[in-house]
């Protein structure tokens, strides 16, 4: 009898073929004083050398399957083998307890990887904790003269599940053999699953138990665009998936013809669909899904990748290469969002009980002016070769929004005595992610161009549930119909000012939720790229009269959210 095993949906396509379970060798080590530092410190070195050698002769080799932002994942794992901090830190750890190069390398890089996910308000940095995993594992391999699992010999239909996979694991597979892949860790946003997107191959992460429930050669069903691992399949269920995977093949290939097309409802209303990017390099990937902008531009990576204070000349070149790469389309960059739970090592931040409700954002750049203006400055610079937007986050209240306009205002001033207009075609907007700003929206719309609802931080505010916490998990409910009921209040608030009303959380690209917002009058949807052209094609189908009206029942007609799925489900006809 089949058994059926849900993690999270990371890559859309149905794939059926024989389990091969990816399992890394031994790399246990027994604990050992040594006497000479500096030949067991040379040992490292020679691995270090070693595993960058092999990462490029693997970048190489994946050159045609992975497109350039893809490939860039090695070169950042071989600047992780090159840091002379890390390797300072090894070294220290060798010559002051005596211990193996095995035992330094594991106890440096884990402690890295354990400072990375700790991060929990920040996915994309926390499971960057799987690279330096991935990286510790080769130079791990490499100290014990132990080989790593080769995907490339791979030479049959297979699924591949594993506890977790890696960059440089997806990087080696074959789309021709590789049909889908399961894993117990990982979430939407880890490199593992941006690959398998590139690559088209179904993937299912943070399953948490597929690899105890497959044995190797069993057949698995992978349901990308559920989230659901089929095991052991009967002839039917084999039979009705494999009609599945054509069907959804051919949405694709139509999808495909949308690059180009408006973001139209069939009534004919128009709105845009834009991309959500952490990095000027992920504008490639927008552009090439046919978004009509950048709607965030998370702007605290510049800071997370950087091993000091981003100079205004760093941010305006990185704020510029994100515009020009537009091609005229605007880009909404949020202001530094950086707080207690997502430390910079050059940036000392007091430790906080609540980091979620403490030092944070706007607090922050209000507080230490000098970091602000820097960035203000940059970004108004950067106005002059395209349509640059700017956003605050973690905006509560309206003195808040009036003072960090006044410093921009006065960045402008500065600039504008050298260029006079510099900047003037800026707009400025504001995240809708505190409730208080949410219920007081009618007002704060008259002081803003754009708001943004960052339904992220909103539902899990609003909710006063941790969304990293697993144990409350079942609170994450953007169709909540109270939840509804308060992004329909911003939304008319925003437009009875002529703002305009965006969103730049997970809820913009939820198929459930596109209908309701559409019913709502929801001006602009920013979602991760790879969901444009899919929303695309399902807003074309949806007629906003009709979706108004089921927008009003959710709000009016249902309690709870199960009641609102099924409307939705029912109305649209939707599996």
């Known amino acids: 009898m089949s058994k059926i095993v849900k993690g999270i949906a990371a890559s859309d396509g149905i794939g059926i073929a024989k389990a091969y379970l990816l399992v890394d060798p031994d790399l246990s080590f027994d604990k050992k004083k040594i006497s000479d530092t500096d030949a067991e410190y040379a040992r490292v070195e020679k691995a270090f050398d070693a595993s960058i050698t092999e990462l490029n002769t693997i970048k190489e080799n994946a050159k045609g399957r992975l497109g350039d932002d893809e490939l860039a994942v090695f070169d950042a794992h071989i600047a992780i083998l090159s840091d002379p901090e890390m390797k300072k830190q090894i070294k220290a750890e060798i010559d002051s307890k005596k211990v193996s190069a095995e035992e ?35 130079a791990l391999s490499h100290l014990l003269g132990k080989k790593l699992p080769n ?49 088209r191959i179904p993937a299912i992460v943070g399953s948490e138990s597929i690899t ?86 998370r702007s605290e990576f ?71 203006k820097t960035q203000l400055r940059a970004l108004i610079r950067a106005s002059e070769f395209g349509p640059i937007q700017i956003m605050f986050p973690m905006i509560a209240t309206l003195q808040e929004l009036l003072d960090a306009k006044k410093i921009f205002n006065e960045c402008k001033a500065e600039l504008q005595k050298d260029k006079p207009g510099l900047g003037d075609n800026i707009k400025i907007g504001m995240m809708i992610e505190v409730p208080l700003a949410a219920i007081y929206a009618d007002e704060l719309a008259k002081h803003v161009d754009f708001f943004s609802i960052g339904t992220n931080d909103l539902i899990q505010y609003c909710f006063a549930a941790d969304r990293g916490n697993d144990s409350v998990s079942y609170l994450y409910q953007p169709l909540n119909p109270a939840l509804l009921r308060l992004i329909k209040h911003v939304i008319t608030s925003a437009h009875a000012h002529g703002t305009k009303a965006a969103m730049c959380g997970e809820m913009a690209g939820d198929q459930l939720a596109l ?61």
Not at 116 to 126: E, G, P
Not at 262 to 281: L, W
Request: include cysteine.
């Open 302 to 372: 510049l800071y997370m990748g950087s091993d000091h204070m981003p100079t205004e000349d760093e941010q305006f070149n990185a704020y510029k290469k994100a515009v020009q790469g537009m091609n005229g389309k605007a880009v909404v960059v949020r202001t530094l969002d950086i707080g207690g739970d997502k430390p910079l090592t050059y940036l000392p931040l007091p430790e906080e009980m609540n980091p979620f409700l403490g030092y944070r954002a706007i607090r922050i750049c209000l507080d230490r002016t000098e970091i602000f």
């Open 212 to 297: 105890k429930d497959v044995k190797n050669g069993q057949t698995v069903i992978v349901d990308g665009l559920h989230g659901n691992a089929i095991v052991d399949p009967s002839d039917d269920e084999v039979k009705e998936y494999q009609a599945k995977a054509d069907a959804f093949e051919k949405e694709r290939a139509e999808w495909a013809k949308l690059v180009d097309a408006p973001s139209k409802s069939k009534d004919g209303k128009d709105f845009e669909i834009c991309a959500n990017i952490g990095t000027p390099d992920d504008v490639a990937d927008a552009v090439k899904q046919g978004a009509d902008g950048v709607g965030l531009f």
């Open 515 to 575: 209908p309701l917002l559409m019913g709502m009058g929801l001006d602009e949807y920013s979602m991760s790229a790879t969901s444009i052209l899919r929303t695309r094609s399902m807003m074309s189908k949806l007629d906003t009269k009709e979706c108004a009206a089921l927008a009003d029942k959710a709000i009016n007609e249902c309690h709870t959210t199960p009641e609102v799925q099924k409307l939705v489900k029912d109305e649209l006809h939707l599996d």
């Open 104 to 138: 330094a390398t594991s106890d440096v890089m884990n402690g890295f990887a354990e400072t990375l996910a700790a991060m929990k308000d920040n996915k994309y940095m926390q499971e960057r904790a799987a690279d330096v995993k991935d990286v510790s594992k080769r």
């Open 151 to 199: 995907i490339a010999a791979i030479d049959e239909p297979v699924v591949i599940i594993a506890h977790e996979i890696t960059p440089s694991d997806t990087s080696q597979m074959d789309k021709k053999y590789v049909k889908g892949m399961v894993t117990d860790m990982g979430g939407r946003t880890s490199h593992a699953a941006i690959m398998s997107r590139t690559l």
